[in-house]
């Protein structure tokens, strides 16, 4: 749990919230697009090839999510971050978004696995709850929180750790209290702290913890991986697993086409976002420990 909360505590301290602020709009309708086609093809192949709406569910919010470190080594390494910088910017802001969909949906993850179909205005006034309370929790934070840390600042490594941990665990905590999640409230703590002066600091000295419980995490999910795996299951996970990035592959050049781009430049960026994030493996083991799926799709991701 501690694995999966300082993964999501890293991504709101290294969100960048001034390029946010500029490109909501560009950015955010990329992505609007890129669910909607998302959901219509995910609902399309689970009709075609008979999946539950659980596993369907999960389905769409695998394929929705790019691993945006992967994405970014990628384009680093074949120099296209310095030949198109400004659509490089715009595909780094789209992955974000997508880590804070993805972080969103296991908060109403339980919602959307209970029903066999999308109740839109249920979902929008459980969303819509989840945005005030953010809000809500941002503005406290921001408040006294911060100010709190700021204090408190003082340049060791040991101290930086310290307050690092305790601010995940009490705004997970707090996340659970309120009504949201542990996972969304750790995200929340990260956005509140990247504004401190130690937020940087922080990424830098607190990689090594961060990366040894996401270790013992990703160890786990090894551990409860089912030994009983024949053939046919193999080829359904390989099946599957190609499906999916068809779907990722098809709704980003889309949505990225829709913007303005060139069909070329939307087809040749849409190969550096079909990375699939370490979000598929929480999100299935989420669903599995729900007890609304089974193996199948924790085998895939």
Request: net charge negative; proline share 1%.
């Amino acid at each position: 749990e501690l694995g999966i909360l300082l993964i999501v505590f890293e991504i709101g301290v290294s969100m960048k919230v001034k390029f946010l602020r500029k490109e909501i709009l560009s950015v955010g309708s990329i992505l609007i697009i890129e669910l909607i086609v998302v959901v219509l093809l995910s609902y399309l192949a689970g009709l075609i090839i008979n999946l539950s709406w659980a596993n369907t569910v999960i389905l769409a919010l695998i394929a929705i999510n790019t691993s945006t470190v992967m994405s970014f080594k990628l384009m680093e390494e074949t120099g296209i971050n310095k030949k198109y910088p400004t659509e490089v910017r715009t595909l780094l802001g789209v992955a974000t978004l997508e880590d804070l969909l993805a972080i969103i949906s296991l908060a109403i993850l339980p919602t959307l696995l209970a029903t066999h179909e999308i109740i839109f205005y249920d979902l929008f006034k459980i969303i819509l709850h989840i945005t005030i309370i953010m809000i809500a929790m941002i503005g406290f934070g921001l408040i006294f929180i911060k100010q709190f840390i700021d204090k408190l600042y003082i340049s060791s490594e040991e101290l930086v750790l310290l307050i690092g941990l305790a601010t995940v665990m009490v705004f997970s905590w707090l996340g659970v209290e309120i009504g949201l999640s542990d996972t969304l409230g750790a995200f929340i703590g990260g956005l509140i702290f990247a504004e401190t002066k130690i937020g940087e600091e922080f990424i830098v000295k607190g990689k090594w913890m961060r990366d040894l419980f996401a270790f013992m995490f990703f160890s786990s999910i090894g551990l409860t991986f089912p030994v009983n795996i024949n053939l046919e299951l193999v080829m359904i996970g390989v099946l599957i697993s190609i499906i999916i990035v068809f779907i990722k592959f098809i709704a980003f050049s889309f949505a990225f086409w829709s913007s303005g781009t060139t069909l070329e430049n939307a087809i040749s960026f849409g190969f550096y976002m079909i990375t699939i994030s370490e979000f598929s493996v929480i999100i299935s083991a989420r669903g599995v420990a729900l007890g609304v799926i089974g193996n199948e799709m924790l085998v895939v991701s």
